[in-house]
């Protein structure tokens, strides 16, 4: 403990700066991680085989009812605004679908950009402090007296590098958790597109009576 607390001594202000940064970058990382794995996922193919068989059945209402029991998840409710159309028109049902999906897009991705700029300015001021340290250093072997210029000297290297190791101890695990939620939100906009394209053939085949002349054949 006490040479990270004399690490961050010798490294200087950009030390702190870095660290605050990387604070902030976990915040943001845990808060998506909770929002997408928790809060506004669901099993998408299992919630749409249940609306699905709930759709056959002509049951739209209790369709409705699945849906809006699952408020925070975004695959519910862009499936709960065709449902909600699902007797109007076609082009009713498309909409209200499309509209929706557009609005939980933003939900999804909303501040997972934020991790690769704070990982590219943890980077930059890693080697912000790099520089500042080899400029203090050289200055020292130019201007200093003989007694002052080793401890100058090794002064200015310890700014440079440790500011340029904190930097990527910070960036290099901030890069990670981008790729790793970047990859559930895509899933989960994967998913929101899929199922919905599929509910609106659904709706629009039920109200084609499509659905009614394949349970004839059947029987």
Not at 95 to 116: D, F, S
Not at 144 to 172: D, H, N, P, R, W
Not at 181 to 196: K, S, T
Request: aromatic content about 8%; hydrophobic content about 55%.
């Amino acid at each position: 403990m006490g040479n990270v607390i004399a690490m961050f001594q010798d490294g200087g202000v950009f030390m702190w700066a870095i660290l605050g940064i990387g604070v902030f970058a976990f915040a943001i990382s845990v808060e998506r991680i909770f929002y997408l794995f928790f809060r506004a996922a669901v099993d998408s193919k299992a919630f749409m085989a249940q609306i699905q068989k709930l759709v056959l059945a002509n049951s739209i209402d209790r369709a409705v009812q699945k849906c809006s029991a699952e408020p925070n998840a975004l695959l519910p409710r862009v499936l709960k605004a065709g449902l909600l159309k699902a007797n109007d028109a076609e082009g009713d049902i498309q909409n209200a679908v499309t509209e929706t999906t557009l609005e939980v897009g933003p939900l999804i991705n909303k501040r997972i950009g934020y991790l690769g700029m704070l990982a590219n300015v943890s980077t930059l001021l890693g080697l912000l402090g790099t520089i500042q340290g080899l400029i203090q250093a050289f200055d020292a072997v130019a201007r200093a007296s003989a007694e002052t210029k080793q401890m100058l000297l090794a002064q200015g290297i310890s700014i440079a590098m440790y500011t340029t190791f904190m930097g990527l101890v910070v960036a290099i695990p901030i890069m990670m958790l981008q790729a790793f939620i970047q990859a559930r939100a895509i899933r989960i906009l994967d998913d929101v597109d899929e199922f919905g394209l599929k509910l609106v053939n659904l709706l629009v085949a039920r109200s084609r009576g499509a659905l009614q002349d394949a349970g004839a054949n059947k029987s």
